[in-house]
């Protein structure tokens, strides 16, 4: 038997770490299973849908976050550059597209391989994650949908950031 066939007892389910922290910040979640809930999470831009759900063949917690916005076929391709162009500044974490709904969403795992049990704080660090990146590349991704804009510029504007007050 290898190290990897070795059966390890969790102490807690980490969905329900994931769930005390939606109750303790009165997000509206539903549990749609023992290893899956979604949250709704009101941003400065939009709401926010943050998934997680638990893949134990691999003894991790996926976390996707999803905004509504439906990309046109026609502004895919510019959706697609913008979203490499993103993810080469990001250290952890990705933005993807959903081809058959449209939607773009942020992704990331967090790995806990051997029994490991998350702690409040890397599951809450994980879902911040989430939610920051979505709220800073937001407006890029609308500008390319809604203002027919190029990912260059798009990630320009959004990255161009002001110093002082007027």
């Known amino acids: 038997?290898?190290?990897?066939?070795?059966?390890?007892?969790?102490?807690?389910?980490?969905?329900d770490v994931i769930e005390n922290?939606?109750?303790l910040n009165d997000w509206a979640f539903e549990r749609s299973g023992e290893d899956e809930i979604t949250i709704s999470i009101a941003g400065g831009w939009c709401d926010y849908h943050v998934s997680f759900s638990w893949m134990d063949d691999r003894e991790a917690l996926h976390v996707a976050c999803a905004f509504d916005l439906k990309v046109p076929e026609?502004?895919?391709?510019?959706?697609?550059?913008?979203?490499?162009?993103?993810?080469?500044?990001?250290w952890i974490g990705h933005f993807d597209l959903w081809s058959n709904e449209?939607?773009?969403?942020?992704?990331?795992?967090l790995l806990?391989?051997?029994?490991?049990?998350?702690t409040f704080q890397q599951a809450e660090r994980l879902l911040l994650t989430a939610v920051e990146a979505c709220e800073r590349y937001f407006q890029a991704f609308q500008f390319v949908v809604w203002?027919?804009?190029?990912?260059?510029?798009a990630l320009d504007t959004v990255l161009f950031e002001t110093v002082g007050e007027a």
């Open 112 to 118: 806990l391989s051997g029994g490991a049990e998350p």
């Open 102 to 109: 449209g939607v773009v969403m942020y992704r990331q795992a």
């Open 147 to 153: 203002a027919g804009k190029s990912a260059r510029e």
């Open 21 to 23: 922290i939606a109750s």
């Open 74 to 90: 026609s502004r895919r391709v510019e959706v697609m550059r913008l979203m490499s162009a993103v993810n080469e500044q990001m």
């Open 1 to 15: 038997m290898t190290y990897i066939e070795l059966e390890q007892e969790r102490e807690a389910h980490p969905v």
